[in-house]
Nanobody, 119 residues
Framework: QVQLVESGGGLVQAGGSLRLSCAAS????????MGWYRQAPGKQRELVAS???????NYADSLKGRFTISRDNTMNTVYLQMNSLNAEDTAVYYC?????????????WGRGTQVTVSS
């Protein structure tokens, strides 16, 4: 069993910053890609950013320059640094990981962390 636990969400004023963390634990052999998604009320879940095990990153076009994804492979943890936040960034942020376990690879999701940006 593998668990992904997000932390770092909360309430922040427009223009502020937050750093999200997501730690994976359990029966992990290795982790391929890790990423962050978000879902705002009434909207579909969308990709925020992803990072491969080797450090290659991919961002939603609209977020480039404000958000930075990184990971610590030794800690099985992925981070999302979010700067210059605005009200449109308000959403539940979910961590996602492609985890290699003994029987193969599987995608896991965290339960999400709420980010609320007040204008």
């Amino acid at each position: 069993q593998v668990q992904l636990v997000e932390s770092g969400g909360g309430l922040v004023q427009a223009g502020g910053s937050l750093r999200l963390s997501c730690a994976a634990s359990g029966s992990i052999v290795s982790i391929n890609a890790m990423g962050w998604y978000r879902q705002a009320p009434g909207k579909q879940r969308e990709l925020v950013a992803s990072v491969t095990r080797g450090g290659r990153t991919n961002y939603a076009d609209s977020l480039k320059g404000r958000f930075t994804i990184s990971r610590d492979n030794t800690m099985n943890t992925v981070y999302l640094q979010m700067n210059s936040l605005n009200a449109e960034d308000t959403a539940v942020y979910y961590c996602n990981a492609d985890v290699v376990v003994w029987l193969g690879s599987q995608t896991y999701w965290g339960r999400g962390t709420q980010v609320t940006v007040s204008s």
